[in-house]
């Protein structure tokens, strides 16, 4: 059984750098996808962007935020963590990391990507 | 983006109750379309895959349908344990959106 676990600083002043990592056990992180989504307060789930690490690292972000995130891996950790620039109060929220794992559907013959494993959120704030 | 309007925001309904909630897309996912149900407090719960395929272990009284861009979740016998907010998702291209929730109440 995956389980994955955030820690960070729970209070970032604005204009500064929010800093994450997810740490995980159960699982390799050399396996799957591994996703940042976050959720403000009261409104619904947007995805960060996502790293894989098997082999050369790859990122695919979020355009709406692309310019300020950066995900990196540590595999002799088994963590992966997620970066976010300039934040303003608009980046307060509860972020969550997430196995993205693809399933093969025999109905339909095709594999299909869902988030299946969850972290419990952490609550980043953003104030001076 | 690919944009997710779920419907209705909320709904409140008895124990017992059919309760039926519409994801529409604002182009064609085929059926690249996930459920996931967020409790208070909660992290989202995976439900549902590929429009209609049931997770392991998610109650049977909850089914899915749809393809393109118009998808239903229905919970068929409503149950003290459902109230939550539903989601669904896109997994047809990044990035991945969501809808913007259903909250199920209990009456």
């Known amino acids: 059984q995956v389980q994955l676990r955030e820690s960070g600083p729970g209070l970032v002043k604005p204009s500064e750098t929010l800093s994450l990592i997810c740490s995980v056990s159960?699982?390799?992180?050399?396996?799957?996808?591994w996703s940042w989504i976050r959720q403000p307060a009261g409104k619904g789930l947007e995805w960060i962007g996502r790293?894989?690490?098997?082999?050369?690292?790859?990122?695919n972000y979020n355009p709406s935020l692309k310019s300020r995130v950066t995900m990196s891996a540590d595999t002799s950790k088994n963590q992966f963590s997620l970066k976010l620039t300039s934040v303003s109060a608009a980046d307060t929220a509860v972020y969550y990391c997430?196995?993205?794992?693809?399933?093969?559907?025999?109905?339909?013959?095709?594999?299909?990507?869902?988030?299946?494993?969850w972290g419990q959120g952490i609550l980043v704030t953003v104030s001076s | 983006d690919i944009q997710m309007t779920q419907s209705p925001s909320s709904l409140s309904a008895s124990v017992g109750d059919r309760v039926t909630i519409t994801c529409r897309a604002s182009q064609n996912i085929n059926n690249y379309l996930n459920w996931y149900q967020q409790k208070s407090g909660k992290a989202p719960k995976l439900l549902m895959s590929?429009?209609?395929s049931l997770l392991s272990g998610v109650p049977s009284r909850f089914s899915g349908s749809g393809s393109g861009t118009e998808f239903t979740l229905t919970i068929s016998g409503l149950q003290p344990d459902d109230l939550a907010y539903y989601y669904c998702?896109?997994?047809?291209?990044?990035?991945?959106?969501f809808g913007q929730g259903t909250k199920v109440e209990i009456k």
């Open positions: 159960g699982d390799s992180i050399t396996n799957f996808y």
């Open positions: 998702q896109q997994s047809y291209t990044t990035p991945w959106t």
């Open positions: 790293i894989e690490a098997s082999g050369s690292v790859t990122t």
């Open positions: 997430v196995r993205q794992h693809s399933f093969y559907y025999h109905t339909t013959g095709y594999y299909y990507s869902r988030f299946d494993s």
């Open positions: 590929a429009a209609s």
